[in-house]
């Protein structure tokens, strides 16, 4: 360690021994103590349950200031993207580390809408399952199940082999979601329409019929993409950490993405956006609000405000600020007076009047609005989620591909503190 280099000193009170840490700084955001060399030279393991203080990896794809209410994809602010981008770019970019001239988006255009349509036996996977499955189980299935029909791209160590499996997952995650939806309601499904932007062909395959002519509304596509746009990536959230740590034994990347899913589905990350409906639904009007915000604070009871309160964020998730923009524009353009819009508006507002809110610095989050606008674009709340991994996708795959790419690649194998019980001898049955 040079004398330059900038250092923490870790002291054992008790011995007075003490150990010189090295500090890492990022380009911006905490700088990080290097604790690698921790247990070898203190016999001593850090512990962090929950890694609320844990930088699990060093990444390059997205920034968020938890204070600030600051969420950047390769530099470009949230904002911005959904302003003046579209979803296949942000695709491009969070892929990629840069916005693509106009070939490269076209090649990457070409390339994803060429890969939408999914093996034929693939339907078949979904014919095993109930009709009324939740979609997010068909997902976690079908998706891993795309392990089994891509034999030529899931050697991980051929770049070329990665760029497919990416822009595969990414393509056929709309036909696959869509397809979960259709599978639900009865109806046939649909195939890719090649002639359509990404989240225009995803609205087709959701909602036309063989039966009738079907033509896209373009406010529901613009919305649709910008929620796309959205959800995409979130620096190392649970699903994500997830998706590295299944990445890190070199499992292939339709089984990481598939574990991502399964994590995603939980209702306190991505599956909160189907309970704020439900939360809403329950609640039923702004009388009970009240009701509601009092069993939020009892500790002796379950009940959380869904869509309230995040990790990082302690300002405000600059994602629900846009979509409660969106939610507001997608009804009023729609025509939709939706009474859940005006409840969920007048619950914010008591919420963070309320102290027990204001000093856990809860907010709503990008789960608190998304859910109103997608009903009103016609999904059932059970799809909800499947839209968040839909999103999502993007975000993992790029986060699986810089992981891949790191040099110093090793299987993430945590340890932990014991505190079973002290070595004992087995008893015969008879004794016990
Ligand atoms: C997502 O990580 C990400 O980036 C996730 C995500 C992404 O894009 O990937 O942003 C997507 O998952 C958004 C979050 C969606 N989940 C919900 O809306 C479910 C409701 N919210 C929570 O359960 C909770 O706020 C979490 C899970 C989001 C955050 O949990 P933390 O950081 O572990 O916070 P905590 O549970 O330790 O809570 C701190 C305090 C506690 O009270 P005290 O014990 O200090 O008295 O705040 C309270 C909690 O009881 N609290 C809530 C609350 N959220 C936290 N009380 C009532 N309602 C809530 N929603």
């Not at 609005?369 to 059932?380: E, R, T, V």
Request: glycine share 6%; net charge negative; proline share 5%.
């Amino acid at each position: 360690m040079s004398d330059t280099e900038k250092t923490f000193t870790l002291t054992n009170d008790q011995t007075g021994e003490s150990v010189k840490l090295p500090v890492r700084d990022g380009t911006i955001g905490p700088s990080v103590i290097d604790v690698r060399a921790l247990y070898a030279e203190t016999g001593h393991f850090t512990f962090d349950p929950s890694f609320t203080a844990t930088g699990s990896c060093k990444s390059r794809i997205t920034y968020i200031d938890g204070e600030e209410g600051i969420l950047m994809h390769r530099g470009y602010m949230i904002e911005q993207l959904v302003e003046k981008s579209n979803f296949m770019e942000v695709a491009y970019l969070l892929l990629n580390g840069n916005l693509p001239d106009q070939t490269q988006y076209e090649d990457f255009r070409h390339t994803i809408t060429y890969h939408t349509m999914v093996h034929e036996q693939v339907h078949n996977f979904f014919r095993g399952f109930r009709r009324d499955a939740h979609p997010m189980a068909v997902m976690c299935g079908a998706v891993g199940g795309l392990s089994a029909f891509y034999h030529d791209s899931l050697d991980i160590w051929d770049e070329r082999q990665r760029e497919i499996s990416a822009h595969r997952l990414i393509a056929k995650m709309g036909t696959l979601a869509a397809m979960a939806h259709k599978y639900s309601i009865g109806q046939p499904f649909v195939y890719p329409d090649n002639s359509l932007d990404y989240a225009s062909n995803f609205l087709k395959m959701c909602f036309s019929v063989p039966a009738e002519k079907y033509e896209v509304n373009p406010i529901l596509a613009e919305a649709m993409d910008k929620i796309l746009i959205l959800h995409m990536d979130h620096e190392q959230n649970a699903s994500t950490s997830t998706v590295r740590l299944a990445g890190s034994s070199q499992a292939n990347p339709f089984a990481c993405i598939a574990s991502g899913i399964a994590c995603l589905w939980g209702p306190s990350h991505g599956g909160a956006n189907q309970e704020v409906l439900e939360m809403l639904a329950e609640i039923g009007n702004k009388k009970r609000i009240p009701e509601f915000i009092e069993k939020a604070k009892d500790k002796n009871d379950p009940f959380r405000l869904m869509g309230f309160g995040h990790r990082v964020y302690k300002n405000f998730d600059p994602r629900a600020n846009v979509l409660k923009k969106y939610a507001d524009q997608v009804l009023q353009e729609l025509g939709i007076q939706d009474e859940q819009l005006e409840l969920a508006m007048e619950l914010e507002r008591i919420a963070l009047e309320d102290p027990y809110f204001i000093e856990r610095k809860l907010f709503p989050n990008v789960d608190f609005y998304s859910g109103i606008i997608l009903k009103a674009m016609g999904f059932p709340t059970s799809m909800f989620t499947v839209l968040f991994a839909l999103a999502r996708t993007v975000g993992w795959v790029s986060q699986w591909k810089e992981m891949i790419e790191e040099p110093s690649l090793r299987i993430g194998r945590p340890r932990q503190l014991y505190v079973g019980p002290a070595k004992r001898d087995y008893i015969d049955i008879k004794k016990r």
